[in-house]
């Protein structure tokens, strides 16, 4: 109970506006309108599961005139600015790359922006700079391959220079879209080695729905763990690419398998440096219920986690003893946590089921009735 209560889940501004895919967007009603609307709509998911605290910003998508204003609005609502995410992926100038195009001007343009974010940091006290880069190639031959990756580390370099001694740069990897040949940044080893040339300060974002299908998820988080270099998670779950689904939606078991990693290396603590973020786009679903669903899967998949009994464990791998081990870890999934997390949300003064609280509040038809006129926010909006 100690350690769940512990538990803080970030949430992504970005998931409370319309989103879609390239065939279309279905605008909903009641869609922030701008940052604050976004920061008001988050914390209904930390008012009804006490473990969402942060929200993390996108920019341009959160750009505002007073960053200090906006942290002020989120502190009044209960929860803080969580990690700043740049954006290098809706600028004509990046079609190319980034961090990686060939033009130096163009390098100059990205190194920038995230000083600015930097700034942006600051003033919202914000701590994790967030990089993902979607500079890669179509084609075999479209460019060198080894000269973009010492521009990148040289750029990211110029960024790390950057920052301030509590600052973290986490850099993001994605095996493929927007590019469909080769991403400068495509896998856990790639982010690591840059990591591990700029510094400390830099840690590897794990995104759960950037991987190769079949990919052994748990695997990379045991081994980043090892060196001290998972700085954080990227929620969400697919059932073919990077769909961005509530997370625990489309393979529950695994988020266990991940979770049976972080607990087993006692990565769960607030001060673990493991920021767990959602990274989750909610195309047709109600988007406050869902985050407020997402976020009790993580639990249930931390619940489950920590029921595992690592003595009998331990002891059965000790002995080879395959089934057992297996059937060991099986015991806590197979276990139904919900009675356990309803207990712990009445210890915690909330309602034992978030979603029947939510939509209990009204919150909805207040946000629908209010929310009339101006642009809604959403991807590319
Ligand atoms: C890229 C990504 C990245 C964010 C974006 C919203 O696919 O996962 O983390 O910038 O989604
Ligand atoms: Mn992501």
């Keep these: 109970m100690a350690a769940l209560s512990a538990q803080t889940i970030e949430l992504p501004s970005w998931a409370f506006g319309n989103s ?4 279309k967007v279905f605008a909903q009603a009641g869609v922030p309108r701008d940052p604050f609307e976004k920061i008001a709509d988050a914390a209904q998911v930390h008012r009804h599961t006490g473990v969402a605290p942060r929200v993390s910003l996108h920019i341009p998508w959160d750009k505002v005139e007073d960053y200090a204003a906006l942290a002020a609005h989120a502190k009044d609502h209960g929860v803080t600015i969580g990690a700043i995410n740049s954006n290098l992926f809706q600028d004509d100038d990046y079609m190319l790359g980034s961090l990686t195009h060939p033009d130096a ?7 920038a922006h995230h ?21 890669g190639l179509n084609y075999p031959g479209q460019d060198d391959l080894r000269a973009r990756q010492d521009r990148l580390a040289e750029g990211l370099a110029q960024v790390y220079a950057g920052l301030d001694p509590d600052h973290r740069i986490i850099l993001e990897y ?22 591990l040339a700029l510094g400390e300060q830099a840690m ?63 990565a769960l603590r607030p001060d673990s440096g493991v920021n767990f973020m959602l990274d989750q786009c909610h195309n047709i679903e109600p988007k406050i219920p869902a985050q407020i669903r997402s976020v009790m899967n993580i639990q249930e998949a931390t619940a489950k986690a920590l029921l595992v009994d690592r003595d009998a464990l331990v002891a059965a791998q000790q002995a080879g003893d395959v ?51 101006g642009a809604q926010a ?4």
């Design 115 to 135: 000083l600015e974010c930097l700034d942006i940091m600051r003033a919202t006290g914000s701590k994790d700079l967030k990089i993902w880069l979607p500079d």
């Design 378 to 381: 959403g991807w590319g909006a």
């Design 204 to 266: 590897v974002v794990l995104d759960t729905g950037h991987h190769a299908p079949g990919t052994n998820i748990e695997f990379i988080v045991a081994q980043l763990l090892r060196v001290g270099r998972l700085g954080a998670f990227d929620f969400n779950s697919r059932f073919y690419a990077d769909d961005d689904l509530m997370v625990g939606a489309a393979d529950p078991f695994q988020l266990f398998r991940i979770m049976h990693e972080i607990v087993g290396a006692d």
């Design 105 to 111: 001007r163009v390098r100059a343009k990205a190194v």
């Design 174 to 195: 994605k095996f493929f879209e927007p590019a469909f040949y080769s991403m400068d940044v495509p896998d856990w080893g790639t982010s690591l080695l840059h990591c």
């Design 323 to 373: 089934l057992a081990s297996n059937g060991v870890l099986m015991d806590a999934y197979n276990t139904d946590v919900r009675p356990l997390l309803a207990q712990l949300r009445e210890s915690q003064g909330l309602d034992p089921d978030p979603m029947r609280a939510f939509a209990a509040s009204g919150y909805t038809d207040t946000i629908v009735a209010e929310r009339v006129g």
């Design 20 to 23: 879609g895919t390239r065939f």
